[in-house]
């Protein structure tokens, strides 16, 4: 029988020795274990918690439940009354009874003999064991050995009680497996085990798994010792641990030390120690028992995530490029280098644009570290002015790294003029890398690193680490650079926060333009964007912010910004210049005093048009509304009633719903741009917006929009005094000529203006498009569940017709998630639309307005995956609501084969 309980490392097991009071460094009472060989079967799954790694192991016992149960070692914790307090599930396997009906009984119901009851008393570590029964819940008895072990003041429970099934007979239960784990122990190559004598010489064991190449022969002779396998100093280290456990008898677990070869000094190794101690039956020690694991791998791993963490705190906490410099050097000295230089152009101290690195480029060096803290003198000191030569530049302007494993061969390679040599070999160095700290495009400067002496030289995982970290201190660098630079003009502001000013998508090709004012201000608030839309949809959005300078231009960033978001969330555009108002009104009570750039007063226009049904839906906040050109068509205004400026509250804002032919122009254009004009062009033409119109109530609307024979269209609300003549001619005639967006907006403001405006103005063309009719699919379903294997059967033909074979499993899975969902949860109808564009869109639509949400579904919960399914295979997804319900998208890129993470079966 086991002799006591103590916790074991790896395993979890309980063991067994004595225990005996002690006191941890903080004063408490607790009770330690020494360590005499775990009892038999109890090296099975784990059920104590596992110590942490580096440290002694901890007095106190949790027991935790295993997930199966078994009918092997129970460990039970007892009150002092007898009362079980906890206990694992492979209780199961003796009494028949779960852990949690066996919680809170008494010990003596599991052993109703009185006679056969191991007592309670005695002082801490004095065990008792005895053979005895428990009384299963079948009222069979079970033979079972059960040892007792009471605990001193201080620790979670009175009593540790171990039961074990007990044998047959007196004799040895597995002898030959024993002798078949042990023979197997020494000869497995996974881990070196090693079994020193008292002298702490290796007496029998291998350590080549660990220390590859440490001895001659696969194993060490005996008489052998650790010093002869790896240095001295290292091996000084482990037999310190080895000899505190001979010594006081307490095992160590995953101790970590460096082990470097002897053969081969330069390389790293670290080893995992365990040890525990070896011992006669009359407890006279035999020496100590050690497992070394070869942790190199996970150390170094351990030490990337500590720089790159210690590199993500330290770096960019200042906006100074000398002291993010002097702390990027103090980061990588000494736990990645012995030598750190860090050289900076001198345009980064004066806050211009770095040109390109070449040859001779001038450079300062700003900040320095060494290991022992003296900055070698034999070369270029802190503020010298350092130039790379052509074989260092060439590297560094193609942005990587230059590493140097044998620094004494590569000096015998290059010119050994005095220049070189004080720019790149300190005394006793031995390896060397020099990295661009390369940020947005440009080299900012140079890293230069060293290692000395027995060192391990830099390696290729070095090179990723070293240039992960520069990447970031670049970054922080560059940033600094920014910050003391002088502000821009606001004009190259305002431009930057403006899109490109050339959109080219699957539903619309788009050009912007922005013309800044002659005043001294500059800029204003004007702003416009084109937003991709699910579907293949496209959104487009002018606005303008009242007042001039720095604060309309925030105000309008800021705006802008809101838009994105308002629009990812599909909302109408009536419902969505909505959302923009109560913001508006929040911000402008927040405001400390309204005025010149100020939120309240701000116009927008926001614009939707789906390319696959060829429906364009707008509404506008005191904006004025586009120009509209249709094929072959003249070009008019759109029939749109602004509502009122954005800030006002309380008045609702009318949508517009047209239909457009593809290959018709939308031009929006700010208030400002207007009052240069003259009489809206088309007052006298015929057939305005005709044929851009659909039969029915839109085709009413659209043609109402454009004016017919005769009819002189009123000005648009929102366009101020000045009519639109000259802009709309501009847009006509650019539009019969075929010109492109960016062509046509020229011409408009050619036409507008003659000279500088005294106000910014900006200018939005879009041409649209239609998606080809065989680049849609689309079907519709009952709730009955059989139509799932329907829908999957539709879309793996459909995309076998497009040749996008290689999205049919990913798509499969989609469709049948989101159709099974609609079934479950919404009922008919059901839609589903398959669009082939940029990107293969998938949708479903049912008629619920429930909002889907993504969650991470519990091991226990029966459903729930669904939607985080889908969002592991779509590229992108999303909901958004319709008059009828609600629609489910996703898109996924046609080219390549989809990524179907293992873990989500």
């Not at 074991?8 to 009472?29: I, K, L, M």
């Not at 291998?206 to 696969?218: A, E, I, Q, Y």
């Not at 333009?513 to 500059?522: D, E, K, L, V």
């Not at 590229?875 to 873990?903: A, F, M």
Request: glycine share 10%.
């Amino acid at each position: 029988m086991p002799a006591g309980v103590r916790p074991v490392a790896r395993s979890g097991a309980p063991s067994v020795s004595g225990a005996r009071e002690n006191r941890w460094p903080d004063g408490r009472a607790g009770c330690r274990r020494h360590a005499s060989g775990p009892p038999p079967g109890l090296n099975g799954p784990s059920s104590v918690a596992r110590p942490e790694r580096g440290s002694r192991v901890d007095p106190t016992l949790q027991v935790h439940e295993p997930d199966q149960p078994s009918g092997g070692v129970v460990v039970l914790l007892l009150d002092e009354d007898g009362t079980v307090l906890q206990c694992p599930s492979a209780a199961f396997g003796l009494t028949g009874r779960t852990a949690s009906e066996l919680r809170g009984r008494p010990f003596t119901e599991l052993v109703p003999d009185p006679d056969r009851q191991p007592g309670r008393r005695g002082g801490p570590g004095e065990m008792q064991q005895l053979r005895t029964v428990l009384l299963h819940r079948d009222g069979t008895e079970v033979p079972v050995d059960a040892a007792m072990v009471p605990l001193p003041d201080g620790c979670p429970a009175r009593h540790v009680v171990c039961l074990s099934p007990a044998p047959t007979d007196d004799k040895p239960r597995h002898p030959a497996k024993d002798r078949a784990l042990l023979r197997a122990m020494f000869e497995q190559n996974h881990f070196g085990l090693v079994v020193h004598g008292t002298d702490l010489g290796i007496e029998r064991g291998t350590l080549n798994s660990c220390l590859p190449g440490g001895f001659v022969t696969d194993r060490p002779p005996p008489g052998a010792r650790l010093s002869d396998a790896v240095l001295d100093e290292d091996a000084a280290a482990i037999e310190e641990q080895l000899r505190r456990v001979l010594e006081t008898g307490e095992p160590v677990i995953d101790w970590e030390q460096s082990a470097r070869p002897r053969r081969n000094p330069g390389e790293e190794r670290m080893l995992s120690m365990s040890v525990f101690r070896l011992h006669d039956g009359h407890g006279r020690a035999l020496g100590v028992a050690a497992v070394y694991t070869d942790v190199t791998t996970e150390h170094a791993a351990r030490r990337r995530l500590r720089l790159l963490q210690a590199a993500a705190e330290r770096l960019g906490q200042n906006l100074d490029v000398t002291g993010n410099a002097e702390e990027l050097a103090e980061i990588l000295v000494p736990s990645f280098a012995d030598l750190v230089s860090v050289d900076l152009s001198d345009s980064v101290f004066e806050g211009q644009e770095t040109g390109a690195f070449v040859p001779g480029t001038r450079l300062r060096r700003i900040a320095v570290a060494s290991a022992d803290g003296r900055w070698p003198a034999e070369i270029d000191q802190l503020g010298d002015v350092v130039r790379a030569r052509e074989q260092e530049s060439f590297n560094l302007r193609e942005g990587t790294s230059l590493r140097v494993e044998d620094l004494e061969s590569w000096r015998d390679e290059l010119d050994p003029d005095e220049e070189r040599r004080r720019l790149l070999f300190p005394d006793g160095a031995t390896s060397a890398m020099f990295v661009p700290l390369h940020a947005r495009g440009a080299v900012l400067g140079v890293m230069g690193l060293w290692r000395r002496g027995e060192r391990a030289r830099f390696a290729e995982d070095d090179v990723s680490l070293i240039e992960e970290i520069a990447s970031r201190a670049a970054l922080s660098l560059e940033n600094a650079r920014r910050y003391t630079t002088e502000l821009r003009t606001v004009e190259m502001l305002q431009r930057s926060l403006l899109p490109p000013a050339g959109v080219d998508l699957s539903a619309a090709e788009t050009a912007g333009t922005y013309i800044p004012a002659s005043t001294a201000a500059g800029m204003g608030g004007s702003w416009y964007d084109v937003i991709p839309l699910s579907s293949a949809r496209v959104a487009f959005v002018i606005g303008d912010v009242v007042g001039h300078g720095l604060g309309a231009t925030a105000t309008m960033g800021r705006l802008r910004t809101a838009v994105q978001t308002l629009a990812d969330l599909d909302m109408a555009p009536e419902e969505l210049l909505t959302h923009l108002d109560d913001l508006v009104i929040r911000l402008g009570s927040t405001e400390p005093q309204p005025g010149n750039g100020g939120v309240l007063g701000t116009t927008c226009l926001y614009c939707v048009y789906d390319p696959v049904t060829g429906r364009c839906s707008m509404a506008s906040a005191g904006h004025p509304p586009p120009l509209l050109t249709c094929p072959g068509g003249p070009t008019h205004y759109a029939d749109l009633k602004p509502g009122p400026a954005l800030g006002s509250g309380g008045m609702p804002f009318e949508p517009l719903d047209l239909h457009l032919t593809p290959g018709g122009v939308l031009a929006f254009y700010t208030n400002k741009l207007v009052v240069h004009g003259g009489r809206p062009a088309g007052a006298e033409e015929s057939g305005g917006g005709r044929e851009g119109a659909e039969s029915g109530e839109d085709r009413e609307r659209a043609e109402s929009g454009g004016g017919r024979a005769g009819d002189a269209p009123e000005e648009p609300d929102g366009c101020g005094e000045q009519p639109l003549r000259p802009l709309v001619e501009g847009v006509a005639t650019a539009v019969e000529r075929g010109g492109s967006p960016a062509e046509i907006g020229r011409a408009a403001l050619d036409q507008v203006l003659t000279e500088v405006p005294a106000d910014d103005v900006a200018l939005l063309v879009a041409r649209v498009r239609a998606l080809d009719e065989g680049s849609t699919a689309a079907w519709r379903f009952t709730d009955d569940p059989a139509v799932v294997s329907e829908a999957r059967e539709l879309v793996i033909n459909q995309l076998t017709t497009w040749g996008l074979d290689q999205l049919t499993f990913t798509t499969e899975l989609i469709v049948s998630e989101l159709i099974t969902n609609a079934i479950r949860y919404a009922g008919a109808p059901i839609g589903l639309r398959l669009i082939k564009d940029r990107t293969l869109i998938c949708e479903v639509s049912d008629p619920s307005q429930t909002q889907p949400h993504l969650r991470r579904a519990r091991l226990t919960d029966e459903g729930g995956r669904g939607l985080f399914l889908i969002a592991q295979l779509a590229h992108r997804w999303g909901s958004r609501y319709t008059h009828s319900g609600k629609t489910i998208w996703t898109e996924q890129p046609l080219n390549g084969v989809p990524e179907v993470p293992l873990d989500l079966f």
